[in-house]
C-alpha cells in the first residue's frame, strides 16, 4: 500500500472534506499483501475504503468499506 495514497486523500479532503477516496487493489494483490496483520492494521487505522478487482476480467470483485 503506497503511503501516496493517504496524502492525496488528505490533499482532496482539504478541499472537499465530504470526498470519498476508494483505493483500488488488484485482486491477486489483496489476497496476497492485504491478508498480512500490519497491512490489515494501517487499513483499518486509516478507514480505508477499498475496491477490489480482478485484473484478466476488469470485473469488480468486491468492495470494502
Do not use: C, G, H
Not at 31 to 58: A, M, R, W
Amino acid at each position: 500500500m503506497k503511503r501516496q495514497f493517504i496524502n492525496y486523500r488528505t490533499a482532496l479532503r482539504t478541499e472537499d472534506p465530504n470526498i470519498t477516496i476508494n483505493l483500488a487493489v488488484p485482486l491477486a494483490i489483496y489476497n496476497d499483501f492485504f491478508n498480512l496483520p500490519f497491512t490489515q492494521t494501517v487499513v483499518s487505522e486509516n478507514q480505508l475504503k477499498l475496491i477490489i478487482y480482478n485484473v484478466d476480467t476488469e470485473e469488480i470483485v468486491q468492495w470494502i468499506n
